[in-house]
């Protein structure tokens, strides 16, 4: 018999750096999960990552048990790789940061496809385009 979900728990953690300090501690701790046993198997399958953000989603059954499926890491942070910044523009539509090629936001769609709500890849290049223009960055001209 399946068990009933007590919870779903959302949380972006850097890859192999979960540990029981805010915010995974309380997130985790309110639903009664053992804290110690997800930190330890979210670093065990993220260690080779490197020191990306992964967004995690953890569905916590009503027997205290738990199951997470890990994400591709956030748009803006591809972003923010690609163009080696630090951060997006305070003020996107007056201060630009940087520039993103098509190529580089093909990239970064074809990895991000499979979390994305949409079918075709120009679909997922628009909305990578989109939240690149809202941190700030140009988008070259399409070819």
Do not use: H
């Not at 399946?2 to 919870?7: L, P, Q, S, T």
């Not at 098509?102 to 628009?126: G, L, R, T, Y």
Request: glycine share 8%; proline share 6%.
């Amino acid at each position: 018999m399946a068990k009933e979900v007590g919870a779903l728990v959302k949380l972006v953690i850097k890859a192999g750096a979960a540990n029981p300090a805010p915010p995974i501690g309380p997130a985790l701790g309110a639903k009664g999960v053992n804290i110690m046993e997800f930190c330890k198997q979210f670093n065990a399958r993220t260690k080779e990552l490197g020191n990306k953000m992964i967004p995690a989603i953890i569905t916590v059954y009503t027997d205290k048990t738990f199951e997470f499926v890990l994400k591709r890491p956030p748009v803006a942070a591809q972003l923010k790789e690609a163009l080696k910044i630090e951060s997006g523009s305070g003020e996107p539509n007056r201060k630009k940061v940087g520039t993103v090629s098509w190529a580089q936001i093909k990239a970064i769609a074809e990895d991000k496809m499979i979390d994305m709500n949409c079918f075709k890849i120009e679909s997922a290049m628009s909305m990578v385009a989109g939240q690149a223009r809202s941190m700030g960055i140009n988008v070259e001209e399409k070819k």
